[in-house]
């Protein structure tokens, strides 16, 4: 039983969850790493690199001006990123950011103290583990791979983001997701803080719960099973 007297929920054989305020403090990912990447976009832009290149020329699209400077690209990112939009060039010049403090060991990720150990439940059960996240794969990885409890991307079976999957809230983006890991909709747990994000799965099959963390507020998850700890989840087939 939960901690509320209801029954445990059963995520399936195949999990899906989110990033923040599901597996980790939404502070931590928020303070740790945008404000570690937002005062050194401009820079990096300005760095000899072809990935760093076609992430201006994205930007560029974006704004429907070829001829954009870097400083203006810069501008834009800087806009992207304190109106947290979730852009794809944006997600991906993070990403290249955070590899390098991490590389360093000036960033770590952290993650609830619960959840390590479910996920190396369920990879014991023989359970997969993905990750989908509007921040890129490669941000994915290496979040899971620097954690307080040390390297723990053995346990991830796959990442999405927005460039592989798609938006969030479309329901499309769960289909996808469900055709390239190869498993029912209806076998795969989506775990999750966001209601919009939870009625999407949902929409594509798939068994939608809801982590509303007390020390987040306990965000409204609406219909869906709810759990405020991992805790609660059952490990097992059903």
């Not at 810069?74 to 010049?93: G, N, Q």
């Not at 590899?99 to 993650?111: C, I, K, R």
Request: aromatic share 8%; glycine share 8%; with cysteine.
């Amino acid at each position: 039983m939960s901690e509320r007297g209801e029954p445990m929920v059963d995520t399936g054989d195949a999990v899906l969850l989110d990033i923040e305020g599901t597996v980790s403090p939404v502070a931590a990912v928020r303070n740790t790493l945008f404000g570690y990447a937002r005062p050194r976009l401009a820079d990096w832009l300005g760095r000899p690199d072809p990935r760093i290149g076609r992430i201006a020329e994205a930007v560029r699209s974006a704004l429907h001006d070829p001829h954009a400077d870097l400083d203006v690209v810069a501008a834009e990112l800087a806009r992207w990123s304190d109106a947290d939009i979730k852009a794809e060039p944006l997600k991906a010049l993070q990403g290249l950011i955070w590899q390098d403090g991490f590389a360093t060991g000036v960033l770590t990720a952290t993650l609830y103290d619960d959840v390590p150990p479910l996920l190396r439940a369920w990879v014991r059960r023989g359970d997969r583990v993905y990750i989908f996240s509007s921040g890129s794969e490669l941000a994915q990885r290496l979040w899971f791979a620097n954690t307080q409890f040390g390297d723990l991307s053995a346990l991830i079976s796959g990442h999405f983001d927005l460039s592989s999957a798609g938006p969030k809230n479309d329901a499309r983006s769960y289909r996808v997701i469900a055709e390239a890991i190869g498993a029912r909709p209806d076998r795969i747990g989506f775990l999750s803080d966001n209601v919009a994000e939870l009625d999407a799965a949902a929409a594509a099959g798939m068994r939608a719960v809801g982590v509303s963390r007390m020390d987040e507020g306990c965000p409204d998850v609406g219909r869906h099973p709810r759990i405020t700890r991992f805790t609660e989840i059952r490990v097992g087939r059903n």
